[in-house]
């Protein structure tokens, strides 16, 4: 009856590891803050660095609206060692830009900017966001890169 009763305590222990497992992996939409990417640029426009590369920390979040091209390509080498680089300086996954295939073509009021977003959402975001349609993005800033574009990475996306 001992034994039994262990058994019945790791079960129930790895029941509860598991299913705090799933809850940690829901996505937080609360977490993103509504913003324009213009307006996030300005606000990390003021930072320099000495080498040109800024890693901003914060995992500060932002929801933004903006129209999707329907224009895609493999995301540029100099953006994928930035994430690569980020993930290692932020304690994060090493193996995170490896989820980072493609940039997508997006437009705010005027301006255009490619965005990484993770090769699990691409194929959604191609089937679910028509072109020219207004889609929520959630993003996160990472950085300045050497370049001067601010990079950000979508971490989901909302058609409407």
């Given at each position: 009856?001992?034994?039994?009763?262990?058994?019945?305590?790791?079960?129930?222990?790895?029941?509860?590891?598991?299913?705090?497992?799933?809850?940690?992996?829901?996505?937080?939409?609360?977490?993103?803050?509504?913003?324009?990417?213009?307006?996030?640029?300005?606000?990390?426009?003021?930072?320099?660095?000495?080498?040109?590369?800024?890693?901003?920390?914060?995992?500060?979040?932002?929801?933004?609206?903006?129209?999707?091209?329907?224009?895609?390509?493999?995301?540029?080498?100099?953006?994928?060692?930035?994430?690569?680089?980020?993930?290692?300086?932020?304690?994060?996954?090493?193996?995170?830009?490896?989820?980072?295939?493609?940039?997508?073509?997006?437009?705010?009021?005027?301006q255009e900017y490619w965005?990484?977003?993770?090769?699990?959402?691409?194929?959604?975001?191609?089937?679910?966001?028509?072109?020219?349609?207004?889609?929520?993005?959630?993003?996160?800033?990472?950085?300045?890169?050497?370049?001067?574009?601010?990079?950000?990475?979508?971490?989901?996306?909302?058609?409407?």
């Open positions: 009856m001992n034994s039994l009763r262990k058994i019945v305590v790791i079960i129930g222990l790895c029941f509860l590891s598991i299913t705090n497992s799933i809850c940690a992996t829901e996505f937080k939409w609360q977490d993103y803050k509504p913003y324009s990417i213009k307006q996030v640029m300005a606000e990390f426009d003021p930072i320099k660095s000495i080498n040109g590369t800024v890693y901003d920390f914060g995992f500060i979040k932002y929801k933004v609206k903006v129209i999707n091209s329907g224009k895609s390509r493999d995301i540029d080498k100099n953006s994928l060692d930035f994430i690569s680089k980020w993930s290692k300086a932020a304690g994060q996954d090493p193996k995170m830009a490896d989820s980072y295939k493609h940039e997508i073509l997006v437009q705010e009021e005027s965005l990484p977003i993770q090769e699990i959402l691409m194929k959604p975001f191609e089937e679910e966001v028509k072109v020219s349609k207004k889609v929520n993005l959630f993003i996160m800033f990472l950085g300045i890169m050497k370049n001067g574009n601010h990079l950000f990475i979508i971490d989901e996306f909302q058609g409407e």
